[in-house]
């Protein structure tokens, strides 16, 4: 079974910063690309941040660029976003995404989907 573990949410006054950070676990065969997600009260989820599979790439919605940092972790099963300048629009209930193969029956079938974690609270307050 698959698992995406987030952790690093809280509450931060305008312009302190938090790191996320996202651990994928059980019997992975390849992870692909990985991502966070936000959903404020009353909004629709959104893409923030996503990266490829090698890390290479990386791309982030208009209003988080130059603020978050997202990365891998040398394993390639983890993802971080380092948050930087929080403003109060940042708050919201943060997801780890990530496009995952299991193999089946010694290769001869590859199931890949997107997995989702349980998601982390971040509150930018003053």
């Known amino acids: 079974q698959v698992r995406l573990v987030e952790s690093g949410g809280g509450l931060v006054q305008p312009g302190g910063s938090l790191r996320l950070s996202c651990a994928a676990s059980?019997?992975?065969?390849?992870?692909?690309?990985m991502g966070w997600y936000r959903q404020a009260p009353g909004k629709q989820r959104e893409l923030v941040a996503a990266?490829?599979?090698?890390?290479?790439?990386?791309n982030y919605t208009d209003s988080v660029k130059g603020r978050f940092t997202i990365s891998r972790g040398d394993a390639k099963n983890t993802v971080y976003l380092q948050m930087n300048s929080l403003k109060f629009e940042d708050t919201a209930v943060y997801y780890c995404?990530?496009?995952?193969?299991?193999?089946?029956?010694?290769?001869?079938?590859?199931?890949?989907?997107?997995?989702w974690g349980q998601g982390t609270q971040v509150t930018v307050s003053s």
């Open positions: 995404n990530a496009e995952i193969s299991l193999e089946y029956y010694g290769g001869s079938y590859y199931d890949t989907r997107d997995y």
């Open positions: 059980g019997s992975i065969f390849s992870i692909n690309t």
């Open positions: 990266i490829s599979t090698d890390g290479g790439s990386t």
